[in-house]
Structure formats: C-alpha cells, structure tokens
C-alpha cells in the first residue's frame, strides 16, 4: 500500500473504533455523525468520503463475501463446480469466524435486534451481495446456472451461514472460539451435503 492508502486505512479503522465505542457507551440513535468525526478526529464532511451513512460503519466488511468469491473463482480448478467454490470460501476465509467471534459482533447484533435503521441496511446489503454472487457465478459457470439457479443456489448458501452464526450466538455453552468456529462451519458443510455430492 502507499502512504496515502495507508493513511485512509487508518482513519478508516478510526472511524469505525470510534463510532463502535460511542455506540456501545451513548446508544446509537443518540450518536450522530459529527460524534464519531469528532472522535476520530476528523471533519464532519470529511466523514462522507469514507463511509456514506452511520449504518454503514456497522457493516465495514460488507464487500469481503465478494471479493473472498472473485479470488476463488480466479484460483479456481477445472473441476470446480459453484457449490466448491462457496464452500472454499467458507471453510478458508474468515466470514464466518467474524460472525461469530469478531469483535463487532455483540454490538452488531444488539443493533440488529433493536434498530431499524441498522436492520434495512443490513438487508440491503445482504440482498446486494447475494445478487453480485449471483452474477458472478451464473457468467462464471454458463452451463450450470442460469439467473434462477444462481440465485437459488447463493440464497441457499447465505441462508445456511447466517443461521449457523446466528445458532452459535444464541448458544450458551462453553464452547471455545475456535470449537464455535468449527462447529458452524461443520453444520454448514453437513447442510450442504446433498449439494456437494458428485453424479
């Protein structure tokens, strides 16, 4: 990275610390924009050029699905079918550990529970990435999956990481990080199974 990539990495990352700790301590409906610009030391205006909205700073990471998809299907072998890619993704990249065991993710859901605002956009972005998948994956594979079946398939697959993580949130056992990492994504696999399984 340059300088200049750095710098805004940093005052991105600031950003965002600075608006998790004024959420966790003053709410988030009380939190206003001018608030975390403060903090992080910052202009109000120059806010805007980094995030486009306070629902947003929930939400930082909301491209990695995309981009840890776009990497598997540039690696990806022959014989990989779509299925095999998502599930590379799953089982090598991280999302499903920053669902469970990130930092954000108590916050993240209290706010998903409470504020609407915060809900919409989750579903927003929820819905954009799983049509961006979609897209990626039906010109990706043109003898497979047509627009319904892509769409199908990655709703499929969405569905099973987003009630996996939530299933291990809601658990109350002493399970360590790792064992609650595990656990999600072997639950997730063993959903998948029937998807998985070659003609």
Same mark, same amino acid.
Do not use: C, H, W
């Given at each position: 990275?340059?300088?200049?990539?750095?710098?805004?990495?940093?005052?991105?990352?600031? #950003?965002?610390?600075?608006?998790?700790? #004024?959420?966790?301590?003053?709410?988030?409906?009380?939190?206003? &924009?001018?608030?975390?610009?403060?903090?992080?030391?910052? *202009?109000?205006?120059?806010?805007?050029?980094?995030?486009?909205?306070? %629902?947003? #700073?929930?939400?930082?990471?909301? %491209?990695?699905?995309?981009? +840890?998809? !776009?990497? +598997?299907?540039?690696?990806?072998?022959?014989?990989?079918?779509?299925?095999?890619?998502?599930?590379?993704?799953?089982?090598?990249?991280?999302?499903?550990?920053?669902?469970?065991? *990130?930092?954000?993710?108590?916050?993240?859901?209290?706010? !998903?529970?409470?504020?609407?605002?915060?809900?919409?956009?989750?579903?927003?972005?929820?819905?954009? +990435?799983?049509?961006?998948?979609?897209? &990626?994956?039906?010109?990706?594979?043109?003898?497979?999956?047509?627009?319904?079946?892509?769409?199908?398939?990655?709703?499929?697959?969405? *569905?099973?990481?987003?009630?996996?993580?939530?299933?291990? !949130?809601?658990?109350?056992?002493?399970?360590?990080? %790792?064992?609650?990492?595990?656990?999600?994504?072997?639950?997730?696999?063993?959903?998948? +199974?029937?998807?998985?399984?070659?003609?």
């Amino acid at each position: 990275m340059s300088l200049r990539e750095r710098k805004r990495a940093r005052t991105r990352q600031a #950003l965002i610390d600075a608006a998790m700790d #004024l959420f966790e301590r003053n709410g988030y409906d009380e939190t206003t &924009i001018a608030d975390i610009a403060a903090a992080a030391e910052i *202009g109000t205006r120059t806010f805007f050029s980094y995030f486009a909205s306070k %629902e947003e #700073l929930v939400f930082p990471d909301a %491209e990695s699905r995309v981009q +840890a998809l !776009l990497e +598997a299907l540039a690696n990806r072998a022959t014989d990989d079918r779509p299925i095999d890619l998502l599930v590379r993704v799953l089982l090598d990249g991280g999302e499903v550990s920053d669902d469970i065991i *990130g930092k954000l993710t108590p916050l993240r859901m209290r706010l !998903l529970q409470t504020v609407p605002a915060v809900q919409g956009r989750a579903l927003q972005i929820q819905f954009n +990435a799983e049509r961006r998948i979609a897209e &990626i994956l039906a010109e990706s594979f043109p003898d497979e999956l047509d627009d319904l079946t892509a769409r199908t398939l990655t709703s499929a697959f969405a *569905g099973a990481v987003r009630g996996a993580s939530q299933a291990m !949130l809601d658990r109350t056992d002493d399970l360590t990080a %790792e064992q609650r990492i595990q656990t999600a994504r072997e639950a997730i696999v063993t959903t998948l +199974a029937p998807l998985l399984k070659r003609d």
